[in-house]
């Protein structure tokens, strides 16, 4: 079974701290993902990735960076979190070589910015 | 762009009963794909169900079964003989096959299944 892993489930953070979100996969996918998950909007891509060092922005992906330097750990950076990123954080990996491939997702993290 | 809409923010079925989650999306593709995914309290997303816009079958997958109406832009979900276990929030997704393996979803809805 693939597993998604997220380093915390739950996080509280300061306004101005920067914050990592760590997550790892175990199946030697080609393509991480990281969504944001708010009532209401589901879930909004912020940033992908199809291969390390490789970045591509999604939907959302102001006041957010990624990092991918090996290929089983992607990471999402707040650089100066603020209250408006409160919110849950899903991680989620796809294989590259299927098409379509169903998305694994990790357990989410809830952040909260005080 | 495409865009999913879950019009139904709540619901709620007696255990055992049936019920329908609806879903509408908006997209000029004609190659895609659409999902719909469980999120229970525990958090961990699951795939339910899933169809491919070129079969004009309707996808079942025991309990689950959908109602794809690609004229419409329409993708229903139908839980037969609803469980407790089916309490979650379920998400619409929208794949376009022609622009990689990124997915867009609905808002979401809560489902409530009552003993």
């Known amino acids: 079974d693939v597993k998604v892993t997220q380093s915390s489930r739950y996080l509280v953070k300061r306004t101005g701290e920067k914050v990592f979100l760590e997550c790892v996969q175990d199946m030697d996918h080609e393509n991480m993902f990281w969504y944001r998950q708010d009532p209401g909007l589901g879930l909004r891509l912020i940033y992908f990735s199809y291969d390390v060092k490789m970045k591509e922005k999604g939907d959302i992906p102001e006041g957010y960076s990624v990092s991918r330097e090996k290929k089983e750990r992607f990471s999402l950076i707040l650089e100066s979190a603020s209250t408006n990123q409160t919110s849950m954080y899903l991680c989620?990996?796809?294989?590259?070589?299927?098409?379509?491939?169903?998305?694994?997702f990790g357990n989410g993290t809830r952040l909260t910015v005080t | 762009a495409q865009t999913v809409t879950q019009s139904q923010p709540e619901m709620s079925v007696q255990e055992a009963e049936t019920v329908t989650l609806s879903c509408t999306y908006d997209t000029s593709e004609s190659n895609y794909y659409l999902f719909w995914y469980k999120q229970p309290p525990s958090r961990q997303m699951i795939l339910v169900i899933r169809q491919e816009a070129y079969k004009q079958q309707n996808a079942t997958e025991n309990r689950f079964s959908v109602n794809f109406q690609k004229a419409a832009k329409s993708f229903s979900l139908k839980i037969s003989d609803s469980q407790l276990g089916d309490t979650a929030m379920y998400f619409c997704a929208f794949l376009n096959n022609n622009a990689g393996n990124m997915l867009t979803f609905g808002g979401g809805t809560r489902l409530m299944v009552k003993p």
């Open positions: 989620a990996s796809s294989s590259g070589r299927d098409r379509p491939s169903p998305l694994h």
